[in-house]
């Protein structure tokens, strides 16, 4: 295998945080004084989405947990949220609009059709 397959499938057999959700969490963190928590990122099924995410910080290590280290940024996955979070980008938005964290996630089906079944 070559460097070059090792960096390519980086991206895709994971979670990812971009530098803004990193330096965001990173200073969360900081903020609270808490150098031994990790982003724990989970999903359940429900939203419009078909699924609905959970984004806190937790300080627990359970078992078959997914962890990724982004710069110093723990990311911890349960292994039953694992598979719907393959290729899943974390992104923080700070504009006039909204402030807060997104996930762009591929493996989420369908969207939002509110109304389309009441006609």
């Keep these: 295998m070559t460097a ?7 991206a895709t057999d994971g979670i990812l945080l971009t530098d803004a959700a990193a330096s965001k969490v ?12 990790a982003l724990r990122v989970a999903v ?7 699924l609905r995410y959970q984004l806190f910080f937790d300080e627990r290590a359970l078992d078959g947990d997914v ?3 982004f ?3 723990g990311v911890v996955v349960d292994r039953m949220s694992a598979p719907y979070l393959v290729g899943a980008t ?4 700070d ?22 079944s009441f006609h």
């Design 26 to 37: 990173r200073a969360l963190l900081e903020a609270e004084g808490r150098e031994d928590l």
């Design 71 to 73: 710069d110093g940024v």
């Design 90 to 93: 974390i992104d923080f938005v």
């Design 95 to 116: 504009s006039i609009e909204k402030q807060g964290f997104t996930i762009d996630n591929p493996n989420a089906t369908g969207s939002c059709a509110c109304g389309d």
């Design 44 to 50: 359940q099924p429900g939203g419009c989405s078909g």
């Design 4 to 10: 070059e397959t090792t960096s390519t499938s980086a």
């Design 67 to 69: 962890t990724k280290d």
